[in-house]
């Protein structure tokens, strides 16, 4: 057994429950980054398991912990496209450049559900504010980002995505190179005991993101699920074979 486990994960309030009590555990290092910074580290093998965007999973053919990870049944409130225009005369729509998961579900309900073909840009949510861009029609954000009041009327991509399918997204996944019963064990201890602490989360994160303890509590309990059932994984296989069939994951099919 690894005497050491590196671990990667997104910082978002939504990862909390997953990683709970691993950054005081001397079993593990656990380091925090957007998933453009953390992904390619999990490339390089920095990582023996990272909490990283489904669509990075699936084209970097890795096996995942099968039953944790980050979903939702349909409404997010963090994972949003805000509209400058009616949806109709979107022509140009900014990519949050920290979340390929997020940037291929929403192409995919723009192309395959609304029936449009706009142009993408990139933007992030930290910099330049895009509603003062004139070539952006709409822009996507993720996390903890959407918590923010942008004053736009929006898309909730996960609602949208349930509407379109009739299934649950999964956004994020632990990610490993190869399968270590151990340190899987470890990752479902950490969820199951999070999961009992959602109060605490709550009360210690709602600032951070400029929610109440309330509507913190709420978020973590009722819009992001934390169990891979059969109808995530199905809701996955779905979302692989949409992205292939556009065009936007063009890595081999993994191994299951």
């Given at each position: 057994?690894?005497?050491?486990?590196?671990?990667?994960?997104?910082?978002?309030?939504?990862?909390?429950?997953?990683?709970?009590?691993?950054?005081?555990?001397?079993?593990?290092?656990?380091?925090?980054?957007?998933?453009?910074?953390?992904?390619?580290?999990?490339?390089?093998?920095?990582?023996?398991?990272?909490?990283?965007?489904?669509?990075?999973?699936?084209?970097l053919g890795l096996a995942y912990v099968p039953d944790i990870g980050i979903a939702s049944g349909g409404?997010?409130?963090?994972?949003?496209?805000?509209?400058?225009?009616?949806?109709?005369?979107?022509?140009?729509?900014?990519?949050?450049?920290?979340?390929?998961?997020?940037?291929?579900?929403?192409?995919?309900?723009?192309?395959?559900?609304?029936?449009?073909?706009?142009?993408?840009?990139?933007?992030?949510?930290?910099?330049?504010?895009?509603?003062k861009n004139r070539r952006i029609d709409a822009a996507v954000?993720?996390?903890?980002?959407?918590?923010?009041?942008?004053?736009?009327?929006?898309?909730?991509?996960?609602?949208?995505?349930?509407?379109?399918?009739?299934?649950?997204?999964?956004?994020?996944?632990?990610?490993?190179?190869?399968?270590?019963?151990?340190?899987?064990?470890?990752?479902?201890?950490?969820?199951?005991?999070?999961?009992?602490?959602?109060?605490?989360?709550?009360?210690?994160?709602?600032?951070?993101?400029?929610?109440?303890?309330?509507?913190?509590?709420?978020?973590?309990?009722?819009?992001?699920?934390?169990?891979?059932?059969?109808?995530?994984?199905?809701?996955?296989?779905?979302?692989?074979?949409?992205?292939?069939?556009?065009?936007?994951?063009?890595?081999?099919?993994?191994?299951?």
């Amino acid at each position: 057994m690894t005497s050491l486990w590196r671990l990667g994960s997104v910082p978002y309030l939504n990862a909390k429950p997953l990683l709970w009590g691993l950054d005081r555990d001397p079993a593990f290092r656990l380091t925090l980054r957007p998933p453009a910074a953390l992904v390619p580290l999990m490339e390089k093998g920095r990582f023996d398991a990272a909490l990283i965007p489904s669509i990075e999973t699936l084209r970097l053919g890795l096996a995942y912990v099968p039953d944790i990870g980050i979903a939702s049944g349909g409404r997010t409130d963090s994972v949003l496209l805000h509209l400058k225009t009616p949806l109709k005369r979107v022509r140009t729509v900014a990519l949050d450049r920290n979340s390929r998961t997020t940037n291929t579900l929403a192409r995919i309900l723009l192309e395959r559900r609304y029936g449009l073909r706009p142009r993408y840009l990139a933007h992030d949510p930290g910099g330049p504010d895009f509603r003062k861009n004139r070539r952006i029609d709409a822009a996507v954000t993720i996390g903890d980002a959407s918590f923010k009041d942008w004053g736009l009327p929006s898309i909730d991509l996960g609602a949208s995505w349930h509407d379109f399918t009739g299934g649950p997204f999964v956004f994020a996944v632990w990610a490993m190179r190869g399968r270590d019963a151990a340190l899987e064990r470890r990752l479902r201890a950490a969820a199951n005991e999070g999961l009992k602490r959602l109060d605490e989360i709550a009360k210690a994160e709602h600032a951070r993101v400029d929610l109440t303890p309330a509507e913190c509590r709420i978020y973590l309990s009722e819009r992001i699920s934390y169990k891979l059932g059969p109808a995530e994984r199905a809701g996955l296989l779905l979302f692989e074979r949409h992205a292939r069939d556009l065009g936007l994951l063009d890595s081999p099919k993994r191994r299951r």
